[in-house]
């Protein structure tokens, strides 16, 4: 059966989640616009700097710190952020960012939040529900 175009934007989401590098949660993020994939992120550490599966250890984990709480003292940059620093603001108007978890409660946190509206994002979809910005 040929999927819906949320589902197939999903199935992208949770192939890009894939590559998180994060021990403790995998996110994947598509943002697309009129049907157009603008923008792919997903969580792990800054760019040049060692990630978390290479070195085996997590702060917040070793802490049995709650999730979404103490966010910094992570060393990762949050999928819905890493999609949007790669792309312009100007694609960005209207879209619709989907977001994949390896938990079943995905959603973005407080600060991925106010990212997506100031990027212009309208919508987020994740399996569970749509969120409109």
């Given at each position: 059966m040929r999927p819906s175009k949320d589902e197939y934007y999903l199935n992208i989401a949770e192939t890009v989640m894939q590559r998180s590098t994060c021990l403790r949660r995998k996110y994947g993020s598509v943002i697309v616009k009129n049907d157009e994939i603008i923008a792919t992120g997903y969580n792990g550490s800054p760019r040049g700097e060692i990630n978390c599966?290479?070195?085996?250890?997590?702060?917040?984990?070793?802490?049995?710190?709650?999730?979404?709480?103490?966010?910094?003292?992570?060393?990762?940059?949050?999928?819905?952020?890493?999609?949007?620093?790669?792309?312009?603001?100007?694609?960005?108007?209207?879209?619709?960012?989907?977001?994949a978890s390896s938990e079943p409660d995905a959603e973005p946190c407080d600060m991925c939040r106010r990212l997506i509206k100031n990027a212009g994002i309208t919508q987020v979809i994740t399996r569970e529900k749509i969120t409109e910005v």
């Open positions: 599966c290479d070195t085996g250890k997590c702060l917040r984990q070793e802490q049995n710190i709650p999730h979404g709480e103490r966010y910094e003292l992570c060393c990762s940059v949050h999928s819905e952020a890493n999609a949007i620093i790669s792309a312009s603001r100007r694609d960005m108007q209207g879209a619709t960012l989907y977001l």
